[in-house]
């Protein structure tokens, strides 16, 4: 039981809670700012009103998240100086670097332009305030990279040595870092995820008003770009973890092995598709495998050698000194496949709503009536298949906004979870990076009143997301049709001085 509830135990308990919580809200953040402004680009490109609605909509939502987003990963980052200074004082010179760029450059850049879009549209002309959502994505992009290429440098440390004098890691390189294909491969796959993310999420909120025969108009134009943009985003998620993967098994071995449960290295190694074992005798009992296809991955050749979970630890021993270097196998063996599960649904998912839809919105000219009055059936029935199975259809695809939440969940556990027992791999033990005067109470009462909070904070998330949804777009007022075309200006005032408030 004191085992269990020990101070290290506990702290990465919170903060595996509130890093998992937080990362809910980081793919979100990022889609649907880049959503939002494709969509109204089109308003801008057409003047079409459906598009402004849609701009409107999915901008709501996206506030509604990046709010919580910011709060949540304030918390997050305190979370190094309550639970783990003595990780902050032996590499808080190099992981401070990022931090401090995300926070002085990326995120300070997000708020301005996300303040002068949020207020700006009745006092900017169009394209200027059509730049501002441009420059929140590209915010939004920044901060991903910058704290990504700070947890890579966990995952793989460059740029960086140690000064023995002093006791701790200091930055040498601070180019290689941001720069080491760590983190650029981990940045295609996280952005490529976040995007799966988006669509999945826009699939879902369309499906559900198109089954209700509400906002047709708009929400046939979200759902096609919600379609398109998880097919493509689970192509490149698919491509990016192949690349993820492959700079993993160079680097983190480890990792690849538990991955797989693959106890002794084989030549071709297999790829499991289910395994159960024994860890502490390191071997499975059963195991369903792909003969070569682990070697491919890894390796792009049928043929090459895969080093096992026992080989690796100890080649670690004898590298490190004693002591176990395996991770959870159980966690890290089934994250990877939960991950790799719901990602490639949505896909799949995705992909079938673009065969459903490839013609329903070519609608006779009888039935172009009002966009609330689209008979049901006309936008869901697919003649090959019926309208039975293409009901159930979006009906599922109401719940798949959910399986890229939960893919990004079991991916972030599986890629922190199977670096164990490093904190920084290779250079700095898990145990050896927690706060050593917080005690097990302390940790404990954090943790749970952490806990408490975000329950909570769920609870608002969900009602407000779901108030707004339900909600639809919203109707649109002289003012959003007919925006100022000079810089707080009015456009019916146009001939009119230029005038500030303030």
Not at 4 to 23: D, K, M, N, S
Not at 174 to 179: D, E, I, K, P, S
Request: aromatic letters at 14%.
């Amino acid at each position: 039981m004191e085992l269990a509830l020990a101070p290290e135990t506990l702290a990465r308990w919170q903060f595996g809670i509130t890093t998992v919580y937080h990362f809910l809200f980081v793919p979100l953040t990022i889609s649907l700012a880049a959503l939002t402004a494709g969509l109204q680009t089109a308003w801008v490109r057409t003047e079409k009103e459906k598009y402004l609605r849609a701009t409107k909509f999915w901008g709501k939502l996206f506030l509604i998240n990046i709010a919580m987003g910011v709060v949540t990963g304030i918390v997050q980052e305190f979370q190094f100086g309550m639970n783990w200074s003595d990780y902050s004082r032996f590499v808080g010179d190099i992981f401070g670097a990022p931090l401090a760029f995300e926070a002085l450059l990326a995120f300070f850049f997000e708020s301005t332009f996300i303040g002068l879009w949020i207020f700006g549209w009745d006092k900017l002309p169009k394209k200027l305030h059509l730049a501002c959502i441009w420059m929140v994505s590209l915010g939004t992009f920044l901060s991903a990279y910058f704290i990504l290429a700070a947890n890579s440098w966990m995952q793989h440390p460059v740029g960086y040595r140690i000064n023995e004098s002093r006791g701790r890691a200091e930055l040498t390189d601070f180019w290689a870092v941001l720069t080491q294909n760590t983190a650029l491969s981990q940045a295609f796959h996280t952005l490529s995820a976040s995007f799966l993310t988006g669509g999945a999420f826009m699939v879902g909120i369309a499906a559900f008003h198109l089954l209700r025969k509400k906002h047709v108009r708009v929400m046939k134009t979200s759902l096609r770009l919600g379609l398109v943009t998880v097919v493509v985003a689970g192509l490149l998620t698919a491509v990016s973890g192949d690349v993820l993967g492959k700079v993993m098994f160079k680097q983190q071995p480890m990792k690849m092995a538990a991955a797989e449960a693959l106890w002794d290295g084989q030549s071709p190694a297999p790829f499991s598709v289910f395994a159960y074992g024994d860890v502490e005798k390191g071997h499975n009992s059963v195991a369903v495998e792909i003969p070569g296809l682990l070697s491919f991955l890894a390796d792009d050749n049928f043929s090459s050698y895969v080093p096992g979970i026992n080989d690796v630890n100890k080649a670690e021993q004898e590298k490190y000194g004693p002591g176990d270097y395996r991770p959870n196998i159980p966690v890290t063996f089934w994250g990877f496949r939960w991950m790799i599960g719901f990602g490639m649904t949505s896909f799949a998912l995705g992909l079938a709503g673009l065969w459903f839809t490839r013609k329903k919105f070519l609608l006779p000219q009888h039935l172009r009536v009002g966009e609330d009055e689209v008979p049901h059936l006309v936008l869901f029935r697919n003649k090959a298949l019926g309208p039975t199975l293409t009901t159930w259809y979006w009906r599922a695809a109401i719940l798949t906004l959910g399986f890229p939440l939960l893919a990004n969940s079991w991916g972030w556990i599986f890629t922190e979870m199977g670096r164990q027992p490093w904190v920084v791999y290779g250079v700095l033990r898990t145990g050896d990076a927690v706060s050593p005067g917080v005690s097990q109470g302390e940790v404990l009462t954090s943790m749970l009143t952490f806990t408490a909070l975000y329950a909570i904070l769920a609870v608002v998330e969900v009602k407000l997301l779901v108030k707004y949804v339900k909600a639809g777009p919203p109707e649109l007022t002289e003012a959003d049709l007919n925006p100022p075309t000079k810089i707080g200006g009015d456009s019916r005032d146009a001939d009119k001085p230029m005038a500030f408030s303030y």
